[in-house]
């Protein structure tokens, strides 16, 4: 994270490049490996955490920037006086993870993690990532720099399934203080978002209002030439929603509180971790 935000340039990647995926390598390590001499389930999420930061600290960085420094931006303001802008810490928090285990991965088996933005909402913003072969997919081409190479031919999804070990699905919340900053307010300010007329965010009590109507970012003539202009809202809102359909049963897991019983019937004991 501090690579990202704070020593690397900034990226110029451009809205039609939201969804695309970051790829951390990995291998299993020796400490990793468990009874069933494969790797431990509860690794996955130490490895998700790195894969995660790789990602919204490279994607996000000039809004992570920008919200550290609300004072001076002013990006978003207090509501409880809106001529001042929102003070306090600006912090990205993990909300939740789940994991969906498929292959086993063996003792130093190599493997990457690719991680993309799924969706968002009014609170949190998802995060996908799948466990992948070590070399079995390469992406049809890099964004920005060379990393490597890339594919020629075009694979389709159905082959990929088999090389996936797990899928992980995880939400982060952004704060500046105790409140909540709108996904949209960051990813707007790292030029992530498509020009949307009526704009991209709406707040609730408890959440930091933008200080301006978020309408997101303009494609400009060099970008246009690029190839980038055909790409409008309509298309960024379309795979929003389409990860949402996921991420909203993951989102409704919050509710699973409400069915704790306090041992109204009994217990069947207590034991200890070890």
């Not at 790195?50 to 960085?61: G, I, K, N």
């Not at 929603?241 to 509710?255: I, M, N, P, Q, V």
């Not at 699973?256 to 306090?262: A, C, G, H, M, N």
Request: hydrophobic share 35%; net charge neutral.
């Amino acid at each position: 994270m501090i690579t990202h935000i704070g020593l690397r340039r900034f990226h110029t990647h451009t809205p039609d490049q939201l969804f695309h995926p970051i790829i951390t390598p990995s291998h299993v390590s020796l400490l990793e490996v468990d009874y069933n001499i494969h790797k431990s389930n509860s690794t996955y999420f130490a490895d998700l955490d790195v894969s995660r930061s790789q990602l919204v600290s490279h994607l996000f960085a000039r809004g992570c920037r920008e919200l550290a420094n609300n004072t001076s931006t002013r990006l978003v303001i207090d509501p409880s006086d809106p001529s001042k802008p929102a003070k306090g810490k600006f912090g990205v928090m993990l909300g939740a993870v789940q994991c969906s285990f498929k292959k086993e991965l063996q003792p130093y088996q190599k493997y990457e993690m690719w991680s993309r933005v799924l969706s968002w909402d009014r609170k949190w913003l998802y995060i996908v990532t799948h466990f992948v072969e070590h070399g079995a997919v390469k992406p049809r081409s890099w964004d920005e720099g060379s990393f490597g190479t890339t594919r020629k031919d075009k694979g389709k999804v159905e082959d990929w399934e088999k090389k996936i070990h797990a899928t992980a699905i995880s939400k982060y919340v952004f704060k500046i203080g105790r409140l909540t900053v709108h996904p949209a307010i960051l990813i707007d300010a790292s030029g992530m978002l498509p020009e949307r007329p009526d704009g991209w965010v709406t707040t609730e009590n408890g959440m930091a209002p933008p200080s301006h109507l978020i309408t997101g970012h303009a494609v400009s003539e060099a970008e246009a030439k690029e190839g980038h202009g055909n790409w409008d809202w309509k298309r960024t809102e379309e795979l929003r929603k389409k990860g949402y359909e996921f991420a909203a049963h993951f989102a409704a897991l919050d509710g699973l509180q409400s069915q704790f019983d306090s041992g109204e019937d009994g217990a069947l004991g207590r034991f200890g971790l070890a």
